[in-house]
């Protein structure tokens, strides 16, 4: 079993920056690939972005390219979600999820953090 715990949400305004924390937990944890996903009221949850664990490759919605960056630290087990010019349209509860096999879906989620931004 896995664990996630996200953290570092909190209301900006347009053109700030907040930085999403995801820590994962669990006993022998080990992942294909960490990845971020939002969910804006009134709309289904969709993907930012992925970072797979062992060669850091990553993967971004066309919506946050240049404005977002995914990083990880495997010894803390914790991917990053560095969020800078964040726009209106980036609010939304953001979550972290874990793929364990490449071939399979994401299967652990955290609890959301909500990124609030003001215009």
């Known amino acids: 079993q896995v664990q996630l715990v996200e953290s570092g949400g909190g209301l900006v305004q347009a053109g700030g920056s907040l930085r999403l924390s995801c820590e994962a937990s669990?006993?022998?944890?080990?992942?294909?690939?960490m990845g971020w996903f939002r969910q804006a009221p009134g709309k289904e949850r969709g993907f930012v972005a992925s970072i797979t664990w062992s060669s850091g490759s990553t993967s971004y919605a066309d919506s946050v390219k240049g404005r977002f960056t995914i990083s990880r630290d495997n010894a803390k087990n914790t991917v990053y979600l560095q969020m800078n010019n964040l726009k209106p349209e980036d609010t939304a509860l953001y979550y972290c999820?874990?793929?364990?096999?490449?071939?399979?879906?994401?299967?652990?989620w955290g609890q959301g953090t909500q990124v609030t931004v003001s215009s």
């Open positions: 669990g006993r022998s944890f080990n992942a294909y690939a």
């Open positions: 999820a874990v793929k364990i096999l490449a071939w399979k879906e994401y299967g652990y």
